[in-house]
């Protein structure tokens, strides 16, 4: 693939901001007034450069090469080590500014010598990595010019789907419908199975959004259950769902952690009433504590439905009622006409205009392996580069090749070609639970907090770039819209997308539920906690403390 069509390297922004402070007017000015060794600043400046050329051969390469992996992690725990050694002379800067104080007084300074040992350690330490690079094979390269500019929301649709109409039509009848099933008690569970990826959630989000199924039911409630099943917090999320999307107000029963007090409430507001849950990526298998989730549903009317998604067939066949509904892979043709929806921005495009583009798009489409997530990411990457030649480097694009059970290659191309700054914003959000609702807001402000953005600019002008960035991985499916929670406009990450922010962060952001803070950590999502019942309390709160972590001096 050429690599002037690739984004820019996750370092290389950091790289540029250390640049920027090195070359500032002020912080020039303070080191000649000061015994900095200067000429050591010039050399960071310098082995940073050698090593930012050879940054994107490393990303494309340590998928499949662990030494690479392994260099591009301690790399980067050594370069914000740099970041933070600069934060500390820029925060004397500040201080001499702020506080005038005389040269002769700057240049008695304890922490100078201090500080200068340290910056003769670290550049060593950067100099290693220059010569491993040449070991490793790594070649010089030049990223592209990729935009940072949000390039539509438009196609961030989630009823935009193709090749489902069919499973749509065949679940919806099972729920409005008695005949031919086989209920326990009043109570139907329908079952959609089929590989992460493969548009489950999509499936269930149109039928639970079907005006038929409106009309159906009494009300309805949407769970998002994930890995970490506990029976206790199903029951309470049930709750705390059906109390909100009702008129019953009463007390906020469902933060209890009494089970019984929760099922005897569960039982009473969903008694004599035709009610759809939809209980999204359930993973548990074990049969009693399915019975110990639905028994307070059992007094419902004929025809309350529980419809389930999950990736395992254990897990289906232990709660279905209705027939098991396997959901296949996309056809290639349903592929290339999703990907087409997203890259070329509208339903009605006229492909024709681009022909060359059109056969180029289809062989791509055919290795998205039927998988709606991959397609959907790859049009919004492909959306920005309506070019031949920049779709045929997507074809033809070694990533193709990748060896990983977690990390699709298709969402890995579109991470690849994310501007620098973009991939930091996108590895940042692997710090929140999978399935956490992403509130706008609330991310700008820590991507802001952590320098990610350009703080050369006023705080509105910061908050505009934010948003801009957060449109961008919106417009790129690489953070979604929640269909079911669009009041509140918060967004979420598919899992498998998760998987590849966590990859690409490596140990450098971590959630802190547990046990010790793990080397070269730098974010950190942590719950203050002293029991594991207070620790699942804290889960429920919308906002935890995020605390970014630096290195002391």
Request: glycine content about 4%.
């Amino acid at each position: 693939m050429a690599a002037a069509l690739v984004g820019g390297a996750f370092l290389s922004a950091t790289i540029q901001t250390i640049a920027e402070k090195l070359t500032s007017s002020e912080f020039r000015g303070f080191i000649k007034n000061t015994k900095f060794n200067y000429s050591q600043l010039a050399e960071l400046k310098t082995t940073l450069f050698a090593l930012q050329a050879v940054l994107v051969d490393a990303e494309q390469k340590q998928f499949n090469d662990l030494p690479v992996k392994q260099w591009l992690d301690d790399l980067k725990d050594a370069i914000f080590d740099s970041e933070d050694l600069l934060d500390l002379i820029s925060y004397h800067v500040l201080r001499s500014t702020v506080e005038k104080t005389p040269v002769d007084q700057l240049q008695k300074l304890p922490s100078i010598i201090k500080i200068n040992s340290k910056m003769e350690k670290m550049c060593k330490r950067l100099q290693t990595f220059v010569q491993q690079k040449d070991t490793l094979g790594l070649q010089r390269t030049v990223s592209g010019g990729v935009s940072s500019r949000t390039l539509s929301s438009s196609v961030l649709n989630e009823s935009d789907v193709v090749g489902r109409n069919d499973d749509k039509d065949r679940l919806i009848n099972m729920l409005v419908s008695d005949v031919g099933t086989s209920r326990n008690n009043n109570l139907g569970v329908a079952a959609i199975v089929g590989m992460g990826g493969v548009g489950k959630t999509t499936l269930a989000q149109f039928v639970y959004n079907d005006a038929k199924v409106e009309q159906h039911f009494d009300f309805k409630a949407w769970v998002c259950v994930s890995e970490d099943f506990d029976v206790i917090r199903a029951t309470k999320s049930i709750l705390e769902s059906i109390v909100r999307n009702t008129t019953s107000a009463g007390s906020k029963v469902w933060e209890s952690d009494n089970l019984d007090i929760l099922r005897v409430e569960l039982k009473k507001n969903s008694r004599e009433k035709r009610f759809l849950f939809v209980l999204d990526d359930l993973w548990n298998d074990d049969y009693n504590d399915w019975l110990e989730l639905v028994s307070p549903l059992n007094d419902g009317k004929p025809g309350s439905s529980v419809i389930i998604t999950t990736r395992q067939q254990k897990v289906a066949e232990v709660a279905h009622t209705f027939p098991i509904q396997e959901l296949e892979p996309l056809s290639h043709e349903d592929c290339w006409s999703l990907l087409s929806k997203h890259a070329f921005g509208s339903k009605d495009s006229d492909h024709s205009k681009y022909p060359n583009l059109e056969e180029i798009g289809r062989k791509i489409a055919k290795k998205c392996g039927g998988l709606p997530i991959a397609a959907k990411t790859l049009g919004g990457l492909m959306r920005s580069k309506v070019v031949e030649k920049e779709w045929s480097s997507i074809l033809n694009s070694n990533i193709w090749n990748l060896r990983n059970d977690k990390i699709l290659p298709a969402l890995h191309l579109s991470y690849q070609y994310l501007p620098s700054h973009l991939k930091r914003c996108f590895a940042y959000c692997s710090i929140f639970p999978k399935d956490y609702p992403l509130e706008r807001k609330k991310l700008v402000l820590l991507w802001m907090a952590e320098g990610f953005l350009d703080y050369s600019q006023d705080e509105n002008a910061m908050e505009e770039i934010g948003d801009d960035c957060f449109a961008e991985l919106l417009s790129r499916s690489l953070i979604q819209q929640l269909s079911n929670d669009a009041h509140e406009k918060k967004c979420v990450m598919h899992d498998l997308v998760h998987d590849l922010a966590t990859f690409v962060s490596g140990k450098s952001c971590c959630r802190l539920e547990c046990g010790d803070i793990p080397e070269k950590n730098r974010h950190n999502k942590w719950m203050k906690i002293s029991s594991l019942d207070e620790m699942k309390k804290k889960v429920k709160q919308d906002f935890e403390f995020m605390i970014p972590l630096v290195s002391l001096f």
